[in-house]
């Protein structure tokens, strides 16, 4: 005797719960172009490597002793390797109940999240899930307190990457797992996000509004900045949530991993000498620098279509992997906005966190100023960033490669003793502010007094822009070195390598700016 005919059960009742929501469910779900969780579990993982844990999770009902129907729980769940590294992974699946969260059978989700914690793995969620349902009070036959028991997760974000990609609409419970994570994506055209739909809205305001205007890109990528990153489809989301996981390790215990390069670390790229033009009236491409600099095609750009006055990320040097961030003349002449003090902020708390250095190429004019930015809180929002960058040990380099001016200019500079390093080009200029606009508040009685008051202004710009030139700020030692920008790759390597003698002594959860959404 042996238990054959119980394995072959196990293996009924397993393809059973593979079959979803059924072929009409799927056909549905496939048929707004979309992927079923298992495909997007096939694209995300190494080949072969997906370890499910409670497939057979679900409700049976029997005729005597015999199965007559499974219907699986709403979710899939278990391990995954990405780049040859374990991962936790937890998905949605829409084909039943509509993914709702109150809907499962079990508390995958829940499950996933304790292995993340307790095996220190990093976590990712895939998102196709409405919230509660009314649905669940007639089954219960009666109604539930909510409660959010989030320790777990808010804990998870101190030591491990977690990661959220929206694969559909997402409400309630689920879009707020969406923030709670250190980088997210939605796709293009498919997904929704929002914390309750269209008919909620209509129930409590009165207003009719669509799914996708309510929760689409325009609104969470490009206006609220709560999804980091835009896919093109479904592969392309699981593509980014891939690449972004290959700069971080698998917990703050581990060392960033390094990848072999055959990116000459001695490159000098004869176009950085010119990259900034010597008018300073106009403007250039911050991508050009990155490119010049940073290893090869390494640059993984973070929000890049929230915030654009500043572009932050996450690239290699040498090999290593770093956080990178430059100002964009392009828009707002690159100022620090709120929104860009948040963009900022993320990026130096995931560095922090995770014990990635930093490198920040500034051209800062300093905050943006005027009415509808002190309306959102520009003052707080700068205060916090200024906060941060005080707590924070990552290893810090600076290249000033043009201005730096104002508490935000200030933002450029971290004292204390965690390592940090500065260069300035040639191009650099500075102050408190722009002499351009300080001398009509510093010297308005002057001018005011004198017979010709814009002459009078014009002669005391001049006298003061000849103090600008950053060889006075060198002869005083007020900035390290002014270096030729074609130096710039050759001094970044050699930080980045010296920085590898320091991060083994801040592995652990040795973060003093915590990782809140």
Same mark, same amino acid.
């Given at each position: 005797?042996?238990?054959?005919? /119980?394995?072959?059960?196990?293996?009924?009742?397993?393809?059973?719960?593979?079959?979803?929501?059924?072929?009409?469910?799927?056909?549905? @779900?496939?048929?707004?172009?979309?992927?079923?969780?298992?495909?997007?579990?096939?694209?995300?993982?190494?080949? #072969?490597?997906?370890?499910?844990? +409670?497939?057979?999770? #679900?409700?049976?009902?029997?005729?005597?002793?015999?199965?007559?129907?499974?219907?699986?729980?709403?979710?899939?769940? #278990?391990?995954? =390797?990405?780049?040859?590294? =374990? %991962?936790?992974? @937890? #998905?949605?699946?829409?084909?039943?109940?509509?993914?709702?969260?109150?809907?499962?059978?079990?508390?995958?989700?829940?499950?996933?999240?304790?292995?993340?914690?307790?095996?220190?793995?990093?976590?990712?969620?895939?998102?196709?899930?409405?919230?509660?349902?009314?649905?669940?009070?007639?089954?219960? *036959?009666r109604t539930y307190l909510p409660a959010n028991d989030r320790v777990l997760d808010t804990e998870l974000l101190q030591m491990v990457p977690c990661v959220s990609a929206v694969m559909g609409s997402v409400a309630g419970l689920p879009a707020v797992q969406a923030a709670m994570c250190h980088f997210n994506v939605?796709?293009?055209?498919?997904?929704?996000?929002?914390?309750?739909? &269209? &008919?909620?809205? =209509?129930?409590?305001? +009165?207003?009719?509004?669509?799914? /996708?205007?309510?929760?689409?890109?325009?609104?969470?990528?490009?206006t609220s900045g709560v999804v980091a990153n835009l896919a093109v489809d479904e592969a392309d989301a699981l593509a980014q949530v891939r690449r972004f996981l290959s700069y971080l390790p698998s917990s703050v215990w581990d060392m960033p991993p390094r990848v072999e390069t055959d990116d000459d670390p001695e490159r000098r790229d004869e176009g950085l000498l010119s990259v900034v033009p010597q008018n300073r009236q106009r403007v250039y491409d911050p991508r050009k620098i990155l490119e010049m600099v940073l290893d090869r095609a390494s640059f993984f750009e973070i929000q890049p279509e929230f915030a654009r006055s500043r572009i932050t990320g996450l690239a290699r040097v040498d090999g290593y992997p770093v956080g990178v961030m430059i100002n964009n003349p392009r828009f707002l002449g690159g100022s620090m906005d709120k929104a860009a003090g948040e963009k900022a902020a993320r990026l130096l708390q995931l560095c922090d966190t995770f014990h990635l250095p930093l490198v920040y190429f500034c051209d800062e004019p300093g905050f943006? %100023? *005027?009415?509808?930015?002190?309306?959102? +809180?520009?003052?707080?929002?700068?205060?916090?960033?200024?906060?941060?960058?005080?707590?924070?040990?990552? &290893?810090?380099?600076?290249?000033?490669?043009?201005?730096?001016?104002?508490?935000? *200019?200030?933002?450029?500079?971290? +004292?204390?003793?965690?390592?940090?390093?500065?260069?300035?080009? &040639?191009?650099? @200029?500075?102050?408190?502010? @722009?002499?351009?606009? *300080?001398?009509?508040?510093?010297?308005?009685?002057?001018?005011?007094?004198?017979?010709?008051?814009?002459?009078?202004?014009?002669?005391i710009e001049a006298r003061l822009n000849t103090l600008q030139s950053p060889f006075r700020t060198a002869h005083a030692f007020a900035v390290e070195d002014i270096i030729d920008p074609r130096e710039t790759r050759p001094l970044m390597v050699d930080f980045v390598r010296d920085a590898q003698r320091v991060l083994p002594d801040l592995l652990g959860q040795t973060s003093r700016i915590a990782y809140l959404p």
């Open positions: 005797m042996t238990w054959q005919a /119980e394995i072959d059960e196990l293996h009924l009742r397993a393809d059973m719960a593979r079959q979803m929501g059924g072929p009409e469910s799927v056909a549905f @779900h496939k048929g707004r172009g979309k992927l079923t969780v298992r495909e997007r579990l096939d694209i995300l993982a190494d080949p #072969g490597t997906f370890a499910e844990t +409670g497939v057979l999770a #679900g409700k049976a009902t029997y005729e005597g002793r015999e199965l007559e129907a499974l219907t699986p729980a709403n979710s899939v769940t #278990g391990v995954v =390797k990405i780049d040859g590294r =374990k %991962v936790i992974v @937890h #998905g949605g699946d829409f084909t039943i109940r509509g993914g709702s969260a109150d809907g499962s059978v079990a508390d995958k989700s829940g499950w996933a999240v304790k292995q993340a914690y307790s095996l220190k793995l990093p976590f990712i969620r895939l998102l196709d899930a409405t919230g509660g349902s009314v649905r669940t009070f007639e089954s219960m *036959g939605m796709v293009k055209g498919t997904s929704q996000l929002f914390v309750a739909g &269209p &008919p909620v809205v =209509k129930a409590g305001l +009165g207003i009719e509004i669509s799914k /996708e205007d309510l929760g689409n890109e325009d609104i969470q990528v490009r943006m %100023v *005027g009415l509808e930015e002190e309306k959102k +809180g520009i003052v707080r929002a700068g205060a916090r960033i200024v906060s941060l960058l005080s707590l924070s040990k990552t &290893p810090y380099l600076c290249f000033l490669i043009r201005q730096a001016y104002g508490v935000a *200019g200030g933002l450029h500079y971290r +004292g204390g003793t965690a390592m940090y390093r500065r260069f300035a080009w &040639p191009s650099g @200029h500075w102050g408190s502010m @722009h002499i351009e606009g *300080g001398v009509t508040a510093a010297y308005r009685r002057e001018i005011d007094s004198a017979p010709d008051p814009e002459a009078k202004r014009l002669e």
